[in-house]
């Protein structure tokens, strides 16, 4: 403890983060980097392979997926107008003068120099090997830069079809390019993680989720940081984790960064959690607003309140498919085959449109911007256009009817029932000496720290048919006492992709201060502005958790784990990492 009040904290985070990789598994994205660095390196979490099959999948669980039905596409209407009547902008089916300009227009200059960069199109992957080192090569002539990196390209160079003069395909290709795959390719593009769970379906059985989670994974770990398989041993790994994911998930994921990648040892943490540390805080109420999910928690002075969390089947994508359809309602997208669900590379041009031009403010909101078409292996068309009603679809997130998330379920729950989970069985293991009783007001001295504490779900969790500001006056009134619901309301965390929508914080303030009961003594609602990047604070969260843990008592090491499952050297179980949140607190409070 004298150490930590006299070292320097770039000195601390230099001395233990270089040997501690941080993995923040999405289902859009993953989050990797060394502990040490300021930002992570963030992957789209998907993987192309080569295959044969005949007729050929654009992607692997397309078929998962569903129509609108004529009940949601009128509920979807229903909701759009009620969000315009709020925006004060006319209604889906009311006429506009083509020429005509209200007076209380948002303009968007599409052709600015800043957008020259957000209006280029994006360019075909090429999936054939050339030469030996072709897939080094590439590799290492690519910006260096951390965060919202695009991966380039990976190749397995085992074919052997043809001859080494001849071009021969890439067994398999790894983020960014793997969405920007022509669909005239011999390649099926899969997504491991699928609305917050392994995606795991009759069209992708089990093993396949899990190998192409090991070598997504191993790959960033070679291309990336750098960290080849003969020196794994010499690194421990964090695992944060959303709060979708269940014991079984969890185990097998450990499995692959033990078994199979090699790592000394690894922990666990909960993203909600890392995310309140990555803000340095104690205290608060997480609501992610990530690609596919949204969840809410509550945090008490570092510990996660389980009965407060909140989960919703909808996040940034869902508003990316909304704004395609609200463009075409309104006629102004091109006549181009723009199919976000089965073609990926027109899913990553939604998304920057999206992240450029929609926001969340009050009159009509228009841009001039360049959107493109992609035909089978034919180069990208250019369109100008002029979008418009850019402010309705991220107020899906209050109205979950306009975004139709049904239209890309979850994957079937029938395989989450975990017959040899003893993750649930009870175990002693005695409260630290070390660790003040003061840190948990909730929980009774006598009991071990954790019993009340049911930390990841065996099953599925329950998600909520309700919009954004339910859920988190929900979660936050189920806190219990007045004080902790007072304090929660005044510390409300935005964080995910979409966290960075602008108006977001003003709109979610104004709204759950009105949706709070009036017979609750409540006035009081304010949304923190985040001091790490959103996009990746819990990833910043786990760096810090793992940096700040001297003892390393929860930890789990590699050999134990292969010997002995879930049971670790003593019989304690991984479960017992969360006594390492506790540790967390009595260094951020001495």
């Given amino acids: 403890m004298d150490y930590l009040k006299t070292v320097v904290p770039s000195q601390l985070v230099s001395e233990r983060g270089s040997n501690l990789v941080v993995i923040n ?34 992607v692997q669980d397309q078929m998962l997926n569903s129509q609108v039905s004529t009940a949601q596409h009128m509920e979807r209407e229903k909701a759009y107008d009620a969000i315009a009547s709020l925006l004060k902008i006319p209604f889906l089916d009311e006429e506009v003068g083509n020429n005509s300009f209200p007076q209380k227009m948002g303009r968007i200059d599409g052709y600015n120099l800043q957008n020259v960069k957000k209006d280029a199109a994006f360019t075909w ?47 398999f290709i790894c983020g960014e390019e793997a969405l920007r795959i022509s669909p005239t390719e011999p390649y099926c593009l899969r997504r491991p993680i699928r609305r917050g769970h392994l995606n795991i379906s009759q069209h992708y059985p089990f093993q396949q989720v899990l190998e192409d989670l090991q070598v997504i994974w191993d790959w960033i770990l070679i291309e990336k940081l750098h960290i080849p398989h003969h020196e794994r041993n010499l690194y421990s790994v964090i695992l944060v984790v959303p709060e979708t994911f269940n014991n079984r998930e969890i185990k097998e994921m450990l499995s692959i960064l033990l078994r199979e990648l090699h790592f000394s040892s690894a922990v666990v943490h909960q993203e909600g959690l890392a995310a309140v540390f990555g803000n340095g805080l104690s205290t608060a109420c997480v609501v992610n607003i990530g690609a596919q ?10 510990v996660a309140l389980a009965h407060t969390e ?90 979950p009817t306009l975004l139709v998330p049904d239209v890309y379920p979850p ?13 649930e069985d009870v175990w002693d293991y005695p409260r630290r000496s070390d660790i ?46 007045i004080d902790l619901q007072r304090k929660f309301f005044c510390s409300i965390q935005l964080i995910g992709g979409v966290a960075l929508t602008g108006g977001l914080i003003p709109a979610v303030e104004e709204r759950v201060l009105h949706a709070i009961p009036s017979n609750e003594a409540i006035d009081t609602v304010e949304v923190l502005q985040s001091r790490t990047n959103p996009t990746f604070v819990s ?10 843990d001297f003892s390393r008592d929860a930890w789990i090491h590699r050999d134990d784990w292969i010997r002995n499952g879930i049971h670790i050297g003593s019989g304690r179980k991984y479960k017992d990492s969360y006594f390492l949140q506790a540790q967390a607190m009595c260094y951020i409070n001495s």
């Fill in 310 to 399: 909140k989960t919703l089947p909808f996040g940034g994508e869902d508003i990316s498919r909304c704004l395609l359809w609200t463009q075409r309602h309104h006629q102004t997208w091109p006549q181009i085959r723009t199919d976000i669900l089965t073609k990926p590379i027109d899913l990553l041009m939604l998304n920057r449109l999206k992240e450029s031009y929609c926001e969340i403010k009050e009159g009509e909101l228009d841009a001039a911007a360049v959107v493109h078409s992609y035909e089978d292996g034919m180069p990208a068309g250019s369109h100008k256009i002029r979008l418009t009603a850019l402010n309705v679809p991220p107020m899906g997130l209050f109205y």
């Fill in 436 to 481: 003040s009783d003061s840190l948990f007001p909730s929980i009774s001295a006598g009991l071990p720290m954790w019993d009340s504490y049911p930390v990841f779900s065996t099953k599925p969790k329950k998600e909520e048919k309700v919009g954004l500001v339910e859920a988190i006056t929900s979660s936050i009134l189920s806190a219990g006492r």
């Fill in 25 to 58: 598994p999405g289902s859009a994205n993953v989050r990797v980097g060394l502990a040490r660095q300021d930002s992570p390196f963030i992957v789209p979490h998907c993987i192309a392979r080569r295959t044969t099959q005949v007729p050929k999948l654009n």
């Fill in 293 to 302: 999910v949204t969840s809410v928690i509550c945090i008490e002075d570092g």
């Fill in 411 to 423: 994957p079937p729950c029938s395989w989450f029932h975990d017959y040899e989970d003893t993750l």
């Fill in 125 to 171: 992957t090429d999936v054939y090997v050339k030469g030996q080192n072709l897939s080094m090569g590439s590799e290492s002539s690519m910006n260096e830069s951390v965060a919202n990196e695009s991966l380039g390209e990976q190749a397995g160079t085992n074919s052997g079809e043809t001859s080494s003069n001849e071009c021969k395909f890439k067994e």
């Fill in 539 to 548: 990833w910043k969260g786990g760096a810090i958790l793992g940096i700040l």
